[in-house]
């Protein structure tokens, strides 16, 4: 098997833009929406109401208890039969905000929930509000717990945005699969466009080192 | 004075007292941890709670800086407030509790992810609102007074456990209470750092702070309180001059207790 070197270097402008002005661009915007979702939805769990509570578990499950792509497929072609209709990028981003949220719920709850009992007390002892010593107090401990496992979770989420293609937003995977269409080098555009994901989640990778060293700057080694 | 109706203390309260506790009540499920305890600190005294694990000694400290709400009884903090934990009300006056008082924990409980400095002005200046230099200043000097100048920049797990308790009452004092509440606080430290520790709260108890200590140092209480309290079983047995209750003792659970204490094989 020969390669085509000529198609690899002609392809590599449409499938770095589907990655510059699609993938990545996807995967910030629906991560840092789905964290705040999710730090919402951790503390709803967490909530001493129950009302509150059984909403968050309830969220949780239906995000993890079913596919990612029926999901997506529900908000973008669902939605229009009751009258809503939803153009492709937002739609691909409330899919996406709305599955991370559900689980980065869970690892943001375990987080706070890691921190010791004690931390809350010293809040409570200095004079602090629950929310005061959440935000000075738990949160920053809680963070440096998270960062691995939220790691996981964007890392999952840059390979998810692929699904995307299914609805139309011209990203990485989509580009590849037109390139191939075309010159019918399905093998070629599709392993390029795995190293591509790949490179992208190394450089992730390589964040998630840089920000674990940081946060672990006060904790004995 | 608190609006809140009290109920008649049917103990004389004494004229000096910064503190006046009676009939605290607190159970855990079924379990009753506290039956009744009634308490009275004057100002500038050093008050003890000794007594065997599961006493309740830890649960009354900790319904006193509002970490427990009591089922009942009546907290009165002389002329300012009053706290009735039977109504409804004292969910939210339990800060007034909290504003007064300053605990110093078993396991320290400082701030792993803040310096020794920002575990002190932390109090001060977020929650008290106080000028951020005044509170560093202030701070500063503290930890001078307990023998940590110099390691203002560093994070507690840089220091050892008795170097991290007094990082701990500095804390505490930095926020100016009027009763300072310690929690068994060298039972976590290794035997030859208790010492330094035990020094600075007897330095403090000097200086005329009111202090409420549990503790299982008897030769401390013996040379610090004024008074020593004996529990066992959710009741107080026991109090007095730390003469009577540490050296002849009246109750025979006390006397069991003290000799458990002092041969402890």
Redesign the interface.
Same mark, same amino acid.
């Given at each position: 098997m020969t390669v085509n070197w000529a198609l690899v270097w002609e392809s590599l402008g449409p499938l770095l833009s589907g990655a510059i002005f699609g993938t990545i661009p996807l995967a910030l915007a629906s991560f840092g929406l789905g964290l705040i979702l999710a730090l919402l939805v951790a503390l709803m769990r967490l909530s001493r109401n129950r009302l509150v509570s059984a909403i968050a578990r309830t969220y949780i499950s239906i995000i993890r208890g079913t596919p990612l792509l029926v999901q997506l497929f529900v908000i973008f072609y669902g939605l229009p039969s009751v009258g809503i209709t939803i153009s492709p990028w937002p739609s691909a981003i409330i899919a996406f905000s709305l599955n991370v949220g559900g689980y980065a719920a869970e690892v943001i709850r375990a987080a706070i929930l890691s921190v010791?009992k004690?931390?809350w007390?010293?809040g409570?002892?200095?004079?602090?509000s629950r929310r005061?010593t959440l935000v *000075?107090?738990i949160l920053?401990?809680a963070a *440096?717990v998270s960062v691995p496992p939220l790691s996981n979770t964007f890392i999952s989420l840059v390979k998810d945005t692929s699904l995307a293609s299914l609805i139309l937003v011209t990203e990485l995977f989509r580009q590849a699969q037109q390139v191939a269409a075309f010159s019918q080098e399905f093998m070629l555009l599709y392993l390029e466009a795995a190293v591509i994901y790949w490179v992208i989640c190394l450089v992730l990778a390589g964040g998630q080192s840089a920000l674990e060293k940081r946060l672990d700057?006060?904790?004995?080694h | 004075m608190s609006p809140t109706d009290s109920p008649q203390p049917d103990a004389a309260v004494p004229e000096d007292a910064l503190l006046t506790v009676r009939g605290l009540r607190k159970a855990f499920g079924d379990h009753e941890v506290l039956k009744s305890i009634d308490l009275d600190v004057r100002r500038g005294e050093v008050v003890t709670l000794i007594g065997p694990s599961g006493s309740g000694k830890t649960t009354v400290l900790r319904c006193l800086?509002? =970490?427990e709400v009591p089922d009942a009884g009546v907290a009165e903090f002389a002329g300012q407030l009053t706290v009735d934990f039977s109504t409804p009300m004292a969910k939210k006056q339990v800060?007034g509790l &909290?504003?007064r008082s300053?605990?110093v924990?078993q396991?320290y409980? =400082?701030?792993?992810?803040?310096t020794v400095l920002e575990n002190v002005i /932390?109090?001060p200046v977020?929650?008290?609102k106080r000028a951020k230099a005044e509170a560093i200043q202030e701070a500063r000097d503290l930890l001078k007074r307990v023998g940590l100048a110099g390691k203002e920049n560093s994070?507690?797990? /840089?220091l050892s456990g008795g170097q991290q308790q007094r990082v701990g009452i500095v &804390?505490?004092l930095a =926020?100016r209470p009027q009763l300072l509440l310690f929690d068994e606080p060298t039972s976590a430290l290794d035997p030859e750092l208790v010492g330094e520790v035990l020094t600075v709260i007897k330095e403090l108890a000097e200086e005329g702070w009111t202090m409420v200590v549990v503790t299982h140092e008897l030769a401390f209480a013996r040379q610090v309180a004024d008074e020593v309290i004996f529990m066992d079983g959710g009741v107080v047995v026991e109090r007095g001059h730390p003469d009577i209750v540490l050296r002849d003792p009246r109750e025979e659970r006390t006397r069991q207790f003290v000799d458990r204490l002092l041969n402890p094989f």
């Open positions: 010791p004690g931390q007390e010293a409570h002892t200095i004079g602090m005061q *000075r107090i920053p401990q *440096r700057r006060y904790v004995a | 800086n509002g =970490l800060y &909290r504003d300053a605990m924990f396991h409980n =400082l701030f792993p992810h803040k /932390e109090g977020q929650v008290q994070y507690p797990f /840089e &804390r505490a =926020l």
